[in-house]
C-alpha cells in the first residue's frame, strides 16, 4: 500500500496518511469502558486523544483530526459513537469517513457550524446517529490525497517532457552536417522530419531521469 505523509488538505492542516484506503484499524478504534445512551458532552474526559503515548486512551492520530480536537472530541465521545453505532448496526468500517466529514464541519465552523450554539454537542449527536451527510465544499481524504497524486503526476510528466525536448535540442544542435543527413535518410517510412528525429533521439540517444 502507498505511503504518504505529511499532505496539505486545503491549506488547513498537514496530515501524516498511512494509506490511501484505510486511516483507522478496529484497534485505532477500540476504547475501553464505553458509556451508553448518553448524549451529552462530559467536558471533564472530552479531548481525551492527545496522550498518544497510551494506546488505551487514543482514537487514532491527533493530527488526523485537529479541529475536533480542538473542540473538545476525543476518546471518551468515540467510544460513546462507536456504541451508538453497534446498537444501530452500522458498519464501523464507515466510522472514520464519518469522522472526516465531521472534522470538516469544525474545520469549516463559520460556513458548517453556523448558528450552532453549541458544536460539540452538535457534532457528537450526530455522528451517535450514524453517516454525517457530506458538509457543503466537503472533500474525503481519498480524493485529497488522489488530486494531490494527480497534481504531482502531471507536474512530473511536464518536467520529463520539457527535459526531453530540451535535451533533443542540444544533441540535434551539436551534430554534424553529415549526421543529421544520415539520421534523415534512415527515415524510410515517410514519417515527418521532426517526428523522425525525435523518434530516432528517443531509441538512440536519450537516457531519462533517474
Known amino acids: 500500500m502507498t505511503s504518504l505523509k505529511r499532505i496539505k488538505i486545503d491549506d488547513l492542516v498537514a496530515v501524516s496518511l498511512v494509506g490511501i484506503d484505510r486511516f483507522f484499524t478496529r484497534e485505532n478504534l477500540s476504547i475501553l469502558g464505553a458509556r451508553e445512551g448518553d448524549?451529552?458532552?462530559?467536558?471533564?474526559?472530552?479531548?481525551?486523544?492527545?496522550?498518544?503515548?497510551?494506546?488505551e486512551n487514543t482514537w487514532g492520530d491527533p493530527d488526523l483530526?485537529?479541529?475536533?480536537?480542538?473542540?473538545?472530541?476525543g476518546a471518551h465521545q468515540i467510544q460513546q459513537v462507536r456504541a451508538a453505532w453497534?446498537?444501530?448496526?452500522?458498519?464501523?468500517?464507515?466510522?472514520?469517513?464519518a469522522l472526516d466529514r465531521a472534522e470538516w464541519m469544525a474545520a469549516h465552523a463559520s460556513e458548517c457550524l453556523r448558528d450552532i450554539e453549541r458544536p460539540l454537542n452538535y457534532i457528537f449527536k450526530s455522528l451517535k446517529n450514524g453517516m454525517l451527510s457530506p458538509p457543503p465544499g466537503y472533500r474525503s481524504r481519498r480524493q485529497i490525497v488522489a488530486d494531490a497524486m494527480h497534481q504531482r503526476a502531471e507536474e512530473i510528466r511536464?518536467?520529463?517532457?520539457?527535459?526531453?525536448?530540451?535535451a533533443f535540442t542540444v544533441w540535434w544542435h551539436e551534430l554534424?552536417?553529415?549526421?543529421?543527413k544520415k539520421i534523415d535518410g534512415a527515415n524510410k517510412v515517410g514519417a515527418l522530419h521532426e517526428t523522425h528525429r525525435r523518434e530516432y533521439f528517443r531509441q538512440h540517444v536519450y537516457q531519462p531521469l533517474a
Open 86 to 97: 453497534k446498537k444501530l448496526g452500522l458498519d464501523e468500517e464507515a466510522l472514520p469517513e
Open 39 to 55: 448524549d451529552s458532552v462530559d467536558n471533564t474526559t472530552a479531548g481525551q486523544n492527545i496522550s498518544v503515548n497510551d494506546p
Open 158 to 166: 511536464r518536467l520529463e517532457q520539457q527535459y526531453f525536448e530540451d
Open 176 to 180: 554534424s552536417e553529415a549526421e543529421r
Open 65 to 73: 483530526y485537529p479541529h475536533l480536537t480542538a473542540l473538545g472530541f
